[in-house]
């Protein structure tokens, strides 16, 4: 049980610092909020993560075997330390110019749910992060059976349903619970975490790799 919160841990923040990234997502439910009230953020997500779970069920299904491989563990293992790297420094260098107030010209139109997986799915990051993180997560989990891809994903959707519930709500409530100075704060203590994080993937991969 404690490996398997660790994965539930560990891919809540993983998924909550990517999360917090501005991008489509986080751009529609900004405009869609004030007409949609707080269900808008809950919507896109569930279009979100029914996209990445017909994913998540298709790599599994196709290349279970694969990924329990010695090789494709410590390849995407310090595939997935490089690209958290990334992540980490873009997420810093970005810090000064970061605020919650982005355009809201993007439509989601009537469809939030086919909206959030669309979104989703033509945001070329989305498609790095699973080739990259998302590959290197699953193999590390499926080392736990079934119920490691379980806490895994179940900790993945999570963060982003609290985030974009938490977003969806303040601009429908029309507050400003927190501000700027505050989001940065948090996006910098993410960028940290996820470079301690690519320290720990890159080390089990070399670890395989010496044994």
């Not at 998540?56 to 410590?74: E, H, M, T, Y």
């Not at 996006?187 to 010496?210: D, S, Y």
Request: aromatic share 12%; proline share 4%.
């Amino acid at each position: 049980m404690p490996i398997l919160l660790t994965i539930f841990t560990t891919s809540f923040l993983v998924a909550f610092s990517g999360a917090l990234m501005p991008g489509p997502l986080l751009t529609v439910t900004i405009g869609e909020s004030p007409r949609r009230g707080f269900m808008a953020g809950p919507l896109l997500i569930l279009g979100h993560a029914l996209l990445e779970a017909a994913l998540v069920g298709a790599i599994v299904v196709g290349l279970a075997p694969v990924l329990q491989s010695r090789a494709v563990f410590i390849t995407t293992s310090l595939i997935g330390a490089g690209v958290l790297v990334w992540m980490s420094w873009g997420m810093f260098r970005a810090l000064p110019q970061l605020t919650l107030h982005v355009p809201t010209d993007q439509a989601a139109g009537r469809n939030l749910v086919v909206a959030g997986a669309l979104l989703s799915l033509a945001n070329p990051y989305w498609s790095i992060w699973w080739v990259t993180i998302g590959l290197g997560y699953i193999t590390h989990s499926l080392a736990q059976g079934a119920w490691g891809l379980v806490f895994f994903f179940t900790g993945h959707i999570l963060a982003d349903l609290g985030w974009y519930s938490a977003v969806s709500t303040m601009i429908w409530k029309g507050g400003r619970f927190i501000g700027d100075r505050v989001y940065r704060w948090m996006i910098g203590a993410c960028a940290t975490f996820l470079a301690v994080f690519a320290g720990v993937f890159a080390l089990a991969g070399l670890r395989a790799l010496a044994q």
